[in-house]
């Protein structure tokens, strides 16, 4: 059984930054890819970023040039380096896990962007 446990959530006003971190039970090597997704009340469920083993980035139009992820092995976490939060980036962020057969989630972290 994976466990994967988000942290770094926190209420922020326009502008400001947070860093989530994503830190699995097992060895992220393992997985093909790990994401953040972010779900908004009365919204579906949105891939906000996602890293490959190898290190490829992937990241949503509406994050380009203001969220980085990246990821540690050796600690076994994943980051999702947010700056310039806009109150729409307000959400509950997920992070995801996947292998060739399963996929695996947090249980997410509340992110708040207001003044």
């Known amino acids: 059984q994976v466990q994967l446990v988000e942290s770094g959530g926190d209420s922020v006003q326009p502008g400001g930054s947070l860093r989530l971190s994503c830190a699995a039970s097992?060895?992220?090597?393992?997985?093909?890819?790990m994401g953040w997704y972010r779900q908004a009340p009365g919204k579906q469920r949105e891939l906000v970023a996602a890293?490959?083993?190898?290190?490829?980035?992937n990241l949503a139009d509406s994050v380009k040039g203001r969220f980085t992820i990246s990821r540690d092995n050796g600690k076994n976490t994943v980051y999702l380096q947010m700056d310039s939060l806009k109150p729409e980036d307000t959400a509950v962020y997920y992070c995801?896990?996947?292998?060739?057969?399963?996929?695996?989630w947090g249980q997410g972290t509340q992110v708040t962007v207001s003044s």
């Open positions: 890293i490959t083993s190898r290190g490829s980035t």
């Open positions: 097992r060895s992220i090597l393992s997985f093909n890819t």
């Open positions: 995801n896990a996947e292998t060739r057969l399963m996929l695996y």
